[in-house]
């Protein structure tokens, strides 16, 4: 029986993914299960019941009425020696998601988990626990990607990840786009105006999640999430709009704010510490990976100062002012006061925009951290100062894969290497690329190492004495499964700054 918990060792069924042919009503696991946010004895489990995920009004077809929900956790996929289970109630009010919060789990291990609602069975997911305070535990295989364009392309690049059988999986951003339908791509949202509404957006993410290959990813490992701009409104800045498309009200554009965010928690495998409170959602966090890794994961859409003359690329003096920051103050000291606990190997920056400086003769980018300079500055002189050794800054956004040394003072081509920045490309936004290599603007930044057109993600194996980080892509997503193959790595050794060519 799954309700209620299990002993150990507790003998049960094989698990069928064949749907329950006796069952009263329709497969309700439609969107796939998930998890995320291991720590050393626990994990979140996530589902939501939807048997016709595309209803208008976002309730997925599920009907005004709480739902029991079963959840098995295991040593084994056939679920032969459970280790924890439970029942949980998935209510209408939250679109039927669930979070569980399975604990009392051993460190460093993994386990296989499953859900049961109204006589289905779920897909079986895997997930893994850190390792125990203190210690390295395995070497870990962490993948990382951002930007998923429904519309621009295929997902094959979630199933590439999923075939590498990764620890952990992070996403930085940009999981849904907002738009509406347009014409002439290789599929098409559902609904052709842009999303406002919370019907909307949890309509637009059961569309996503419906993705085979995403779903794949989800079930192949812990995840660790940030959102971008995206998952609201391209370009948003705190909360100032961009345009002013749609025409929105101070009331709508708050409100749909909330909407936005209370439909990212109900469809991702979030802790309950991270539930939003209106319109807004605390989003940063540390997950420590024993004394190996401590994955810093930033928000920086919500506290940002808009950007500096006006967004777009451009020489501004203003991005310097020292007022000027992009996580804002108050997560810029959270960081650094984490940064400065020095309690693992690897400082690892999760975040969206990108890092290092690039500028030429037209200007910067006012989105990225070349339009909050003294801010940048702040963070990076605040890991040197604390001694931090092996900083990592791990970026999304701009749909191209990037390598990148951090050095001291940008104005020095001949400044110290301090860090370390990896910019994955997108899952399927702006579509196959072109394949390009060549590094755009090297000449006046020269600690741009690497470059690359095309859809991918990025892997990396981290281990006490290096990180290894393999540039994954794939050639075509307008059409579905093409291979991905490593176009470049590279390897940070422990202490020494620096990319190094493999």
């Not at 590439?160 to 002439?184: C, F, K, Q, S």
């Not at 020489?315 to 920051?325: E, G, K």
């Not at 500055?377 to 990037?402: E, S």
Request: aromatic residues 10%; neutral net charge.
């Amino acid at each position: 029986m799954l309700g209620g918990l299990a002993a150990a060792g507790a003998a049960v069924p094989a698990y069928s993914s064949v749907v329950n042919a006796t069952a009263a009503v329709p497969y309700p696991f439609q969107l796939g299960i998930a998890s995320g946010e291991p720590d050393a004895s626990s994990v979140v489990l996530w589902t939501r019941l939807a048997p016709s995920p595309l209803n208008a009004d976002g309730q997925g077809g599920m009907a005004n009425a709480d739902v029991a929900v079963d959840w098995q956790v295991s040593t084994d996929d056939r679920f032969t020696t459970l280790v924890a289970s439970g029942s949980v109630i998935a209510t209408y009010a939250a679109a039927h998601s669930v979070h569980v919060v399975a604990g009392g789990l051993n460190p460093d291990a993994d386990y296989f988990y499953r859900f049961r609602a109204q006589g289905h069975l779920s897909p079986v997911g895997r997930t893994r626990t850190a390792p125990a305070p203190g210690t390295n535990g395995r070497d870990l295989v962490m993948a990382f990607t951002s930007c998923s364009h429904y519309e621009e392309g295929y997902f094959t690049v979630y199933r590439r990840m999923a075939e590498d059988n990764p620890g952990v999986i992070l996403h930085l951003g940009d999981y849904i786009y907002e738009y509406g339908a347009t014409a002439g791509r290789p599929r098409l949202h559902a609904g052709t105006s842009e999303i406002v509404s919370l019907a909307d957006y949890r309509r637009r993410y059961a569309q996503y999640k419906s993705d085979p290959d995403l779903q794949a990813a989800h079930a192949a490992a812990p995840w660790i999430v940030v959102p971008d701009d995206h998952e609201i409104e391209n370009n948003r800045a705190g909360n100032i709009r961009a345009d002013s498309t749609p025409a929105l009200t101070a009331a709508q554009w708050t409100a749909r704010q909330t909407a936005a965010y209370k439909a990212y928690y109900e469809n991702m495998p979030l802790r309950p510490a991270q539930a939003p409170s209106g319109a807004s959602i605390p989003l940063y966090r540390k997950l420590p990976w024993g004394k190996l890794a401590s994955f810093h994961m930033l928000d920086t859409r919500q506290y940002r100062n808009d950007q500096a003359c006006g967004d777009g690329w451009k020489v501004c003096s203003d991005a310097d002012l020292a007022s000027r920051s992009l996580p804002g103050n108050a997560q810029e000291t959270w960081l650094l006061n984490n940064l400065a606990q020095r309690g693992a190997t690897w400082d690892i920056l999760g975040q969206q925009v990108f890092f290092a400086r690039r500028f030429n003769a037209t200007g910067a980018s006012m989105d990225s951290w070349d339009g909050y300079r003294a801010s940048r500055a702040r963070i990076q002189q605040g890991w040197v100062d604390r001694g931090v050794r092996n900083p990592v800054v791990l970026t999304g956004d701009v749909h191209r894969a990037w390598a990148s040394n951090l050095v001291a003072d940008y104005n020095n081509p001949a400044s110290a290497v301090i860090g370390q920045e990896l910019v994955t490309s997108s899952v399927s936004s702006s579509g196959d690329g072109d394949g390009a290599t060549a590094i755009p603007d090297v000449g006046t930044n020269p600690w741009l190492k690497f470059y690359n057109n095309r859809r991918g993600y990025i892997r990396t194996t981290l281990s006490p004495t290096q990180m290894r980080a393999d540039f994954r892509a794939v050639a075509k997503v307008s059409e579905h499964g093409a291979a991905a193959t490593t176009v470049k790595s590279f390897v940070v050794e422990e202490g020494r700054p620096g990319l190094q060519t493999v």
